[in-house]
């Protein structure tokens, strides 16, 4: 006679495999395209730009053509020679390949065109879920992440306002001039767009708007 235990163990069995087996597709889901990733090249900017501009536009060695803009959050009409800690910009862009995610953060601008951007001030956005990410909401921070990838927006991601325009929305809360990373008012910082953690070594979306500190 067979124990009324073993079809229920069975069961139980069963669901811990499917359970593993979901767990396991989420987990390739999201590694796959770091671990399948490879540079695409330089972004076009050079790092001397000149002045102050609220804009920048810049053709990659994939071709696309991306832009970065970035205006006061209360309108005013003034440069980001002189930002101030809180500070609030809005940054918008377009051209960028919606398929890898990007940082928006004030950061060190590297000696020379390949190598990556920073430290950047307050850091790089958390990717620790808080499942409280609501789509389109206006939240500003030190560091804005935008990545389409729906398993990265449980961490806490902005979507892609186009994903085929390849356009987006980061609102950037200035943060204090110096950390323990970087102090900008010792060396030259940008408003900078980066690649994420998912291509860390790919330098083809590295746009920056100069910004300086006031005294």
């Known amino acids: ?21 979901i767990a396991a597709l989420i987990a390739a889901w999201i590694v796959l ?24 536009s810049a053709t990659g060695d994939d071709g696309r ?3 970065v803009e970035a205006v006061f959050a209360t309108g005013e ?21 919606a398929s890898k995610g990007i940082y928006v953060a004030v950061c060190k601008v590297p000696e020379k065109v390949g190598e990556k951007p920073g430290p950047c001030l307050g850091g790089v956005p958390s990717t620790e879920g808080d499942g409280d990410s ?14 389409d990838d729906w398993a990265w927006r449980l ?3 902005r979507s892609f306002d186009d994903r085929e325009a390849g356009s987006f929305t980061a609102y950037i809360d200035i943060p204090a001039s110096a950390d323990e990373n970087v102090d900008c008012t010792q060396v030259r910082c940008g408003l900078f767009t980066r690649n994420d ?18 005294k």
């Open 134 to 147: 609501t789509e389109g909401a206006v939240e500003y921070a030190a560091s804005n992440w935008v990545n």
């Open 1 to 21: 006679m067979t124990s009324p235990k073993r079809p229920f163990l069975r069961v139980l069995a069963w669901g811990g495999l499917v359970i593993v087996s």
């Open 77 to 97: 009409d003034r440069d980001f020679s002189a930002l101030v800690a809180g500070d609030r910009l809005i940054v918008s862009g377009s051209g960028f390949d």
């Open 155 to 157: 961490f806490g991601a």
């Open 65 to 67: 053509t991306r832009t």
């Open 33 to 56: 395209p770091i671990v399948t990733s490879s540079p695409a090249g330089s972004s076009g900017q050079q790092l001397d730009v000149e002045g102050y501009p609220s804009s920048v």
């Open 197 to 214: 953690h998912t291509a860390l070594d790919d330098r083809v979306q590295d746009l920056y708007l100069p910004v300086s500190f006031a």
